[in-house]
């Protein structure tokens, strides 16, 4: 019987801290959330890597909610780690603090959940190790994990569905 292998959520944890330049911005004068959404898919699948050690795919992105603008004053520091995992699935939980640089406030800006599967040599969904969470912001993420992937589950029944009726 094969062991089954546990990794912390902090070993496949994540930051990189940016700025936002000028190139970066909508009409609002706030961050492109389609440039933010890239950042997220980007940071979140370098912490699916870490934990299961091979290539992954993205599977959905959900509960993307964009809490507060983030602007041209702000730097915004992103943070991705693996909240919880199925047997070849991996959900990362991203969030994103902005900093006005020139005050020093904080705020939380923006959290997601984003789910990737493991992949092994040959394309085929791969066995990923179990996750242990540690700290309070870990454990709940943790043990609120079944709600989030039964929602996505339907959810991915009512596309299916959808795509069915759907003409191209």
Known sequence: ME???????????VI??????PIDTNNN????GGKLMSYLDDIASISASRHSRCSVVTASTDSVDFLMPIRPQD???MESYVSAVGKSSIEVFVKIVA????????????????????????????????V??????E???????KQRI????????HSEAFAKIVKI
Request: hydrophobic fraction near 30%; glycine fraction near 2%; charged fraction near 35%.
């Open 75 to 77: 730097s915004f520091c």
């Open 132 to 137: 242990v969470p540690q700290s309070e912001e």
């Open 29 to 32: 004068n706030t961050l492109y």
């Open 3 to 13: 062991e089954v292998q546990q990794k912390y959520c902090k070993e496949s944890l």
């Open 150 to 157: 039964d929602m996505r589950k339907e959810r991915r029944k």
């Open 16 to 21: 990189k801290t940016s700025r936002v330049f």
């Open 139 to 145: 454990i709940m993420l943790f043990n609120t994990a």
């Open 99 to 130: 900093e006005d640089l020139k005050t020093g406030d904080r705020r939380l800006a923006v959290t997601c959940f984003i789910t990737f599967i493991a992949l092994d040599e040959n394309g085929k969904p791969k066995r990923v190790p179990e």
